[in-house]
C-alpha cells in the first residue's frame, strides 16, 4: 500500500489547513490510518487516527478540539483539519496505515506498516 499525503503549506498563527492522505488500495476491515507528525529536533509523535470501518477517531489530548480527522472509503482519503494552528504545530506531518491495529496500539507508530513520504507544516507567528 502506498499512501500519498498533501495539503501542508505555510500557514499564519491562528489559520487553518487540511492534510489529506490517499491510500492506493482499500483499507478495510480493522484498519486504521493516522496521522504522526515530528518537530524539528524531536521524536515523531501521534496526532490523530480513524478506523477505517467504524470512523471511531483517536486523538492525542493536546490537540483535542484543534484538529479533526475523517476518512472517505469511497476515495481511500484520511484527512486532517487543523484549526488554530500556532508556531508549535509546525512540523512534517506523516500519514500511516496499519491493517489489525488494536485500540491499545493504535498511538504506537510501530503499530503502523505503511508510510506516506510526509508533508511540511509551517506555521508563522
Known amino acids: 500500500v502506498q499512501l500519498q499525503a498533501s495539503g501542508g503549506g505555510l500557514a499564519q498563527a491562528g489559520g487553518s489547513l487540511r492534510l489529506s492522505c490517499v491510500a492506493s488500495?482499500?483499507?478495510?476491515?480493522?484498519?486504521?490510518m493516522a496521522w504522526f507528525r515530528q518537530a524539528p529536533g524531536k521524536e515523531r509523535d501521534f496526532v490523530a487516527a480513524?478506523?477505517?470501518?467504524?470512523?471511531?477517531?483517536y486523538y492525542t489530548d493536546s490537540l483535542k478540539g484543534r484538529f479533526s480527522i475523517s476518512r472517505d472509503n469511497a476515495k481511500n482519503t484520511v484527512y486532517l483539519q487543523m484549526n488554530s494552528l500556532g508556531p508549535e504545530d509546525t512540523a512534517v506531518y506523516y500519514c500511516a496505515g496499519g491493517r489489525g491495529v488494536i485500540t491499545s496500539n493504535i498511538y504506537n507508530d510501530r503499530a503502523y506498516s505503511y508510510w506516506g513520504q510526509g508533508t511540511l507544516v509551517t506555521v508563522s507567528s
Open positions: 480513524v478506523r477505517m470501518n467504524s470512523g471511531s477517531a
Open positions: 488500495e482499500r483499507m478495510s476491515g480493522q484498519s486504521v
